[in-house]
T-cell receptor, first 114, second 112 residues
Framework: GAVVSQHPSWVICKSGTSVKIECRSL??????MFWYRQFPKQSLMLMAT?????????EQGVEKDKFLINHASLTLSTLTVTSAHPEDSSFYIC??????????FGSGTRLTVV | GENVEQHPSTLSVQEGDSAVIKCTYS??????FPWYKQELGKRPQLIID?????GEKKDQRIAVTLNKTAKHFSLHITETQPEDSAVYFC???????????FGRGTSLIVHP
């Protein structure tokens, strides 16, 4: 089946630093990747949609300069949290759609900013 | 845009009982309705899905029903087991965008 590999699974960083999260589609080409943020006991909130070779589309209220998304190839999409602050601490997860398997999620990244 | 409402937010049942989770959607163009199970700290896992040309789909103890006219779909779990305890999310999307809108989630607790 379709597999999306996400790294790192968890990261602790200091306030003001940047963190990069990678999502790779291992056995299919992901022309689109969705990036979500999930707070404890809450649903998945779509942050942005990345498309290979073009600019990402951000949801209302999401700062595009803070959450940099790059989708340079059909198998790799990255989310960089720049100048991270404690309020950015959350569970970040990517998802790629496929006609056969619906939406395949990465394993998620637990970000803690101290 | 699409709006998905999910109820209940918490569902507590005894082992062996059935559990039903309901979702409604607003966009009549939505035609794909997946259900996900998410255990604490892990990725959501697709457990069953249904497309708008089908009214019901079953996979062992899990079934999903869809009422396009009323714009609601439901997840049914029979003979619940403690390992069914998790958060369940419904979602709706249209074929054009593939962007799913998720419900708020239902925390299912199955007591042994």
């Amino acid at each position: 089946g379709a597999v999306v590999s996400q790294h790192p699974s968890w990261v602790i960083c200091k306030s003001g630093t940047s963190v990069k999260i990678e999502c790779r589609s291992l056995d299919f080409q992901a022309t689109t990747m969705f990036w979500y943020r999930q707070f404890p006991k809450q649903s998945l909130m779509l942050m942005a949609t990345s498309n290979e070779g073009s600019k990402a589309t951000y949801e209302q209220g999401v700062e595009k300069d803070k959450f940099l998304i790059n989708h340079a190839s059909l198998t790799l999409s990255t989310l960089t949290v720049t100048s991270a602050h404690p309020e950015d601490s959350s569970f970040y997860i990517c998802s790629a759609p496929s006609r056969t398997y619906g939406y395949t999620f990465g394993s998620g990244t637990r970000l803690t900013v101290v | 845009g699409e709006n998905v409402e999910q109820h209940p937010s918490t569902l507590s049942v005894q082992e062996g009982d059935s559990a039903v989770i309901k979702c409604t959607y607003s966009d009549s163009a939505s035609n794909y309705f997946p259900w996900y199970k998410q255990e604490l700290g892990k990725r959501p896992q697709l457990i069953i899905d249904i497309r708008s040309n089908v009214g019901e789909k079953k996979d062992q103890r899990i079934a999903v029903t869809l009422n396009k006219t009323a714009k609601h779909f439901s997840l049914h779990i029979t003979e619940t087991q403690p390992e069914d305890s998790a958060v369940y999310f419904c979602a709706a999307s249209s074929g054009g965008s593939y962007i799913p809108t998720f419900g708020r989630g239902t925390s299912l607790i199955v007591h042994p």
